[in-house]
T-cell receptor, first 115, second 112 residues
């Protein structure tokens, strides 16, 4: 069964350092999402891509977060500089297209701890 | 803005039936989804309702009432492995896309 691949699985970084997460969606899925999930809460959408274009990044803290999907396939989410409050799980997800937002497939997530 | 309300925790015994409710407020409502997440794992899709009524998938059923902005997930013949967090998510239209927004989740604890 096709899966959404994410790396690294776990990351510990010091505050003010840069950190990056990578995601490879299910082959053929045009829409890619990055979510942040704080322990005990639901996933919060950071950014949504349709192919290589950003559809929604209204909740992305753009002063420190950036995301790209240059060739419309895999994607990178970067945080610079990291802050203590960024400790969370970063989930990548994909769907066939942006009209299939009711059924999205998540990767295993990247756990970030900022110390 | 959007908001979703669901209970923070529900407990039940093995073999029982449990219902997890979800109420929502959103503009451009398209549909309501349910996801399951085990500790340390990724959310996985369970069901989706775009129209009023009940959708059944094995032991799980999901219901939607658009006029009441309300839905629920019904789990029957509970098993220990059903202990997990359950999230409702509304899909609402925005700029030609359907953006899924998640609730805070309900922790289901199944006792022997």
């Amino acid at each position: 069964e096709a899966e959404v691949a994410q790396s690294p699985r776990y990351k510990i970084t010091e505050k003010s350092q840069a950190v990056a997460f990578w995601c490879d969606p299910i082959s053929g899925h045009a829409t890619l999402y990055w979510y942040r999930q704080i322990l005990g809460q639901g996933p919060e959408l950071l950014v949504q891509f349709q192919d290589e274009s950003v559809v929604d990044d209204s909740q992305l803290p753009k002063d420190r977060f950036s995301a790209e999907r240059l060739k419309g396939v895999d994607s990178t989410l970067k945080i610079q500089p990291a802050e203590l409050g960024d400790s969370a799980m970063y989930l990548c997800a994909s769907s066939v297209d942006r009209n299939s937002g009711n059924t999205i497939y998540f990767g295993e997530g990247s756990w970030l701890t900022v110390v | 803005g959007q908001s979703l309300e669901q209970p923070s925790e529900v407990t039940a015994v093995e073999g029982a039936i449990v219902q997890i409710n979800c109420t929502y407020q959103t503009s451009g409502f398209y549909g309501l989804s349910w996801y399951q997440q085990h500790d340390g794992g990724a959310p996985t899709f369970l069901s989706y309702n775009a129209l009023d009524g009940l959708e059944e998938t094995g032991r799980f059923s999901s219901f939607l009432s658009r006029s009441d902005s309300y839905g629920y997930l019904l789990l029957q013949e509970l098993q220990m492995k059903d202990s997990a967090s359950y999230f409702c998510a509304v899909s609402s239209s925005s700029g030609g896309s359907y953006i899924p927004t998640f609730g805070r989740g309900t922790s289901l604890i199944v006792h022997p």
